[in-house]
T-cell receptor, first 115, second 109 residues
Framework: GAGVSQTPSNKVTEKGKYVELRCDPI?????LYWYRQSLGQGPEFLIY????????DSGLPNDRFFAVRPEGSVSTLKIQRTERGDSAVYLC?????????????FGPGTRLTVL | RKEVEQDPGPFNVPEGATVAFNCTYS??????FFWYRQDCRKEPKLLMS???SGNEDGRFTAQLNRASQYISLLIRDSKLSDSATYLC??????????FGKGTRLHILP
């Protein structure tokens, strides 16, 4: 079956621009997570959705970052006024989310480069 | 103290040897524990959950020590294909999931 997909796979943008990163989770998975991973680091939690609502957005670094999941399936991570420090791989993961923490299935990530 | 700490390695281990990594966590309220594996430029994938009583999956054994707040991963009879970064994951609840920085393992032929 289809896994988690993310688009685009690579995004190069200029400092100050706006970008949108898309995540398509596994069908039926109610929990969706966004992470950011820099070279040599583990994934850093950004935001967690349970259904349509953001259950925890405490990992978003500042108000330039925003994410939505309007229909409880596809999610979009939006970054305004990008900075060079935003360059990283942005990973999305989904899980069944029925009770407790379950296995998270990751997408291949979007590699964002801010010039 | 960092929330989840791992020795970054690299661990360079000959094929067939046994290797073990530890991971410590700071929050005693942590509820769930996992080991994920990440190959170079790939996404993380679940290797195994870690249960209180310890658990084994083939050549892999995971242990949890709540009193000392660490989890461990033991790999026996290591294979070349075990070369990867191993990520320790600690979850306090559904929405508080913390990854360690990972331990790099190189299996040498």
């Amino acid at each position: 079956g289809a896994g988690v997909s993310q688009t685009p796979s690579n995004k190069v943008t200029e400092k100050g621009k706006y970008v949108e990163l898309r995540c398509d989770p596994i069908s039926g998975h109610t929990a969706l997570y966004w992470y950011r991973q820099s070279l040599g680091q583990g994934p850093e939690f950004l935001i967690y959705f349970q259904g349509t609502g953001a259950a925890d957005d405490s990992g978003l670094p500042n108000d330039r970052f925003f994410a939505v999941r309007p229909e409880g399936s596809v999610s979009t991570l939006k970054i305004q006024r990008t900075e060079r420090g935003d360059s990283a791989v942005y990973l999305c993961a989904s899980s069944l989310g029925t009770s407790g923490i379950g296995e998270q299935f990751f997408g291949p990530g979007t590699r964002l480069t801010v010039l | 103290r960092k929330e989840v700490e791992q020795d970054p390695g690299p661990f360079n281990v000959p094929e067939g040897a046994t290797v073990a990594f530890n991971c410590t966590y700071s929050n005693s309220a942590s509820q769930s524990f996992f080991w994920y594996r990440q190959d170079c430029r790939k996404e993380p994938k679940l290797l195994m959950s870690v249960y209180s009583s310890g658990n084994e999956d083939g050549r892999f054994t995971a242990q949890l020590n709540r009193a000392s707040q660490y989890i461990s991963l033991l790999i026996r009879d290591s294979k070349l294909s075990d070369s990867a970064t191993y990520l320790c994951v600690v979850a306090q609840r559904d929405d508080k999931i913390i990854f360690g920085k990972g331990t790099r393992l190189h299996i040498l032929p």
